[in-house]
């Protein structure tokens, strides 16, 4: 009777948390997608001349050159959006790199700070026009986007380097440098967004996998985009989610899952996670559905330039909500 009582037990707590981690506010976009709207043509272009221009070739500390060329197009980008550019520089035993910032001032309460960013480095052996020029992009598409708009809180736009092995996981990565110092400054970072490999989409049936067991919840047709937070952000995973659906005419699906699950803690979010702050990733979920994930074959034309302008679209909507919220 004990062991009956026992294994009731954790079935039902297991349910619960199973519950908890999927149940997810609003209703994912199903109609056929809308043609785009003039303005996500423009997007789409920029999206493909940003790509081109960060990942054409491979770029890290071991190809220096392409990696500081990658840099400049961020920070020429920014500039000339109209951004007062900064820089984080982090010494290396390969020479100094640096995490690259720009902001929009909040005019009400500019001490909370609203936080997109992607990382800039490829893996050693691939260009990475997925990983993660196409985060990158939509950054600086979001950051001409939202240009001039008047927010409450602050919005701020930041490129990280290193994320990419071997720092990755280790205080070497340039999103740990950045947090760190967040922290240190006494700063209030109320959310953070990590824009990790954003631009493939697949609507083959089967073209989507997941780490067990969370197939047995989501659709197996890689053509949505995904938001993915640990349990102690899900608060905001929510209200981003609930906020993207309301705006996007486009497919979203979203998790607030334990950060041991394979690839739930993959990217720069991970690093705002372990100074306190509130995170979570926006992704097509890299290698569960990409097919040329951290090779050679991750190239720009390898990208829906289409679909990533509507994610852009409905990111855009969603920033602005939580900047003002």
Do not use: C
Request: overall charge negative; charged content about 20%; aromatic content about 10%.
């Amino acid at each position: 009777m004990v062991r009956m009582v026992f294994w009731l037990t954790l079935a039902a707590a297991t349910a619960w948390l199973l519950w908890y981690m999927v149940t997810v506010p609003g209703v994912s976009y199903s109609d056929a997608l809308a043609p785009l709207s003039e303005e996500e043509k423009v997007i789409a272009e920029n999206l493909r001349r940003h790509v081109a221009a960060i990942a054409s070739r491979e770029h890290n500390l071991w190809h220096r050159s392409a990696l500081e060329e990658a840099a400049e197009h961020i920070e020429r980008t920014l500039a000339g959006t109209g951004y007062l550019v900064a820089r984080q520089p982090i010494a290396t035993e390969l020479g100094e790199v640096r995490n690259i910032e720009a902001e929009i001032r909040g005019a009400e309460r500019p001490d909370e700070i609203v936080l997109v960013g992607a990382h800039y480095d490829s893996v050693t052996g691939a260009v990475g026009a997925n990983d993660n020029g196409s985060g990158v992009a939509a950054v600086l598409e979001l950051a001409r986007l939202l240009k001039g708009a008047k927010h409450a809180r602050t919005l701020r736009f930041v490129a990280f380097v290193n994320e990419e092995p071997p720092f990755f996981y280790t205080e070497e990565m340039g999103s740990r440098h950045y947090a760190q110092r967040s922290r240190q400054r006494g700063e209030k970072i109320v959310a953070m967004f990590s824009l990790e490999t954003i631009g493939y989409y697949s609507d083959r049936p089967g073209s989507q996998r997941y780490p067990f067991p969370l197939g047995l919840f989501y659709p197996s047709t890689g053509n949505f985009i995904a938001f993915v937070s640990n349990l102690s952000s899900r608060a905001l995973l929510h209200a981003a989610v609930a906020s993207f659906r309301r705006h996007a005419g486009f497919a979203s699906e979203a998790a607030a899952a334990p950060a041991f699950l394979p690839g739930v803690d993959w990217s720069d979010h991970r690093s705002f996670w372990k100074e306190g702050y509130p995170a979570l990733m926006v992704t097509d979920t890299a290698l569960y559905r990409y097919p040329h994930y951290h090779t050679l074959g991750d190239t720009p034309d390898k990208l829906d330039y289409e679909r990533l302008a509507r994610v852009v679209t409905g990111l855009k909507a969603m920033l602005g909500e939580i900047a003002n919220s």
